[in-house]
Protein backbone atom coordinates (compact mmCIF):
# COMPACT_ATOMS: atom_id res chain seq x y z
CA UNK A 1 0.00 0.00 0.00
CA UNK A 2 3.00 2.43 0.75
CA UNK A 3 4.38 1.84 -2.67
CA UNK A 4 0.99 2.75 -4.57
CA UNK A 5 1.28 6.48 -2.87
CA UNK A 6 4.68 6.88 -4.35
CA UNK A 7 3.84 5.46 -7.85
CA UNK A 8 0.48 7.48 -7.87
CA UNK A 9 2.87 10.93 -7.27
CA UNK A 10 5.44 9.46 -9.66
CA UNK A 11 2.84 8.95 -12.65
CA UNK A 12 1.63 12.22 -11.83
CA UNK A 13 5.16 14.34 -11.71
CA UNK A 14 5.75 12.00 -15.11
CA UNK A 15 2.83 13.06 -16.86
CA UNK A 16 2.83 16.58 -16.42
CA UNK A 17 6.84 17.14 -17.18
CA UNK A 18 5.71 15.13 -20.37
CA UNK A 19 2.61 17.48 -20.99
CA UNK A 20 4.50 20.82 -20.20
CA UNK A 21 7.33 19.91 -22.32
CA UNK A 22 5.11 18.63 -25.39
CA UNK A 23 3.31 22.17 -25.02
CA UNK A 24 6.57 23.70 -25.01
CA UNK A 25 7.88 22.13 -28.36
CA UNK A 26 4.58 22.40 -29.73
CA UNK A 27 3.97 25.75 -29.00
CA UNK A 28 3.41 27.89 -32.37
CA UNK A 29 2.69 25.10 -34.34
CA UNK A 30 -0.07 24.76 -37.22
CA UNK A 31 -1.48 21.50 -36.36
CA UNK A 32 -2.47 21.25 -40.02
CA UNK A 33 0.90 20.23 -40.70
CA UNK A 34 3.06 17.10 -40.02
CA UNK A 35 5.56 17.48 -37.71
CA UNK A 36 9.20 17.57 -39.02
CA UNK A 37 12.77 18.27 -38.12
CA UNK A 38 13.86 19.41 -34.62
CA UNK A 39 10.78 19.94 -33.46
CA UNK A 40 9.50 16.10 -34.22
CA UNK A 41 13.01 14.80 -32.61
CA UNK A 42 12.08 16.50 -29.74
CA UNK A 43 8.42 15.25 -29.19
CA UNK A 44 9.56 11.83 -30.04
CA UNK A 45 12.13 11.70 -27.36
CA UNK A 46 10.02 13.72 -24.84
CA UNK A 47 7.58 10.52 -25.18
CA UNK A 48 10.35 8.36 -25.04
CA UNK A 49 11.88 9.58 -22.21
CA UNK A 50 8.30 9.33 -20.03
CA UNK A 51 7.66 6.06 -21.02
CA UNK A 52 11.04 5.07 -19.63
CA UNK A 53 9.83 7.21 -16.37
CA UNK A 54 6.71 5.53 -15.83
CA UNK A 55 8.13 2.13 -16.16
CA UNK A 56 10.37 3.21 -13.52
CA UNK A 57 7.64 4.10 -12.04
CA UNK A 58 5.64 1.20 -12.52
CA UNK A 59 8.74 -1.34 -11.83
CA UNK A 60 8.35 -2.18 -15.12
CA UNK A 61 10.71 -2.12 -18.32
CA UNK A 62 9.40 -1.25 -21.46
CA UNK A 63 11.36 -3.51 -24.53
CA UNK A 64 10.81 -2.96 -28.41
CA UNK A 65 12.23 -4.90 -30.70
CA UNK A 66 12.05 -3.97 -34.68
CA UNK A 67 11.09 -7.12 -37.05
CA UNK A 68 11.83 -7.51 -41.05
CA UNK A 69 9.34 -8.85 -42.96
CA UNK A 70 11.09 -11.97 -43.39
CA UNK A 71 11.22 -12.10 -39.61
CA UNK A 72 7.29 -12.23 -39.72
CA UNK A 73 5.39 -15.39 -41.40
CA UNK A 74 1.35 -14.57 -41.44
CA UNK A 75 1.02 -17.32 -44.08
CA UNK A 76 -0.93 -19.77 -41.71
CA UNK A 77 -3.65 -17.29 -41.11
CA UNK A 78 -3.48 -15.36 -45.01
CA UNK A 79 -2.71 -18.59 -47.08
CA UNK A 80 0.47 -18.61 -49.79
CA UNK A 81 0.82 -15.70 -52.27
CA UNK A 82 0.25 -18.30 -55.29
CA UNK A 83 -2.29 -16.63 -57.27
CA UNK A 84 -5.88 -18.16 -57.26
CA UNK A 85 -8.35 -18.54 -59.98
CA UNK A 86 -11.00 -15.78 -60.22
CA UNK A 87 -13.84 -18.50 -58.87
CA UNK A 88 -12.23 -19.70 -55.78
CA UNK A 89 -12.77 -15.95 -54.61
CA UNK A 90 -15.52 -14.88 -52.03
CA UNK A 91 -16.79 -12.18 -54.29
CA UNK A 92 -17.21 -14.70 -57.16
CA UNK A 93 -19.25 -17.36 -54.44
CA UNK A 94 -21.08 -14.68 -53.48
CA UNK A 95 -22.69 -14.15 -57.30
CA UNK A 96 -22.59 -17.33 -57.67
CA UNK A 97 -24.88 -17.90 -54.39
CA UNK A 98 -27.29 -14.99 -55.30
CA UNK A 99 -27.63 -16.20 -58.68
CA UNK A 100 -28.77 -19.60 -57.35
CA UNK A 101 -31.07 -18.10 -54.77
CA UNK A 102 -32.79 -15.60 -57.35
Not at 60 to 89: C, I, M
Request: aromatic residues 18%; positive net charge; charged residues 15%.
Amino acid sequence: MFLLVIRFFGVCISLSICCLLLKIWLLFHDYKKPLIGLRKFLVNWTIYFSIRLLGICFLTWYRQKWLTHDDVDYSEYLGNNEPQQVGASIGAQMKEFYSQVN
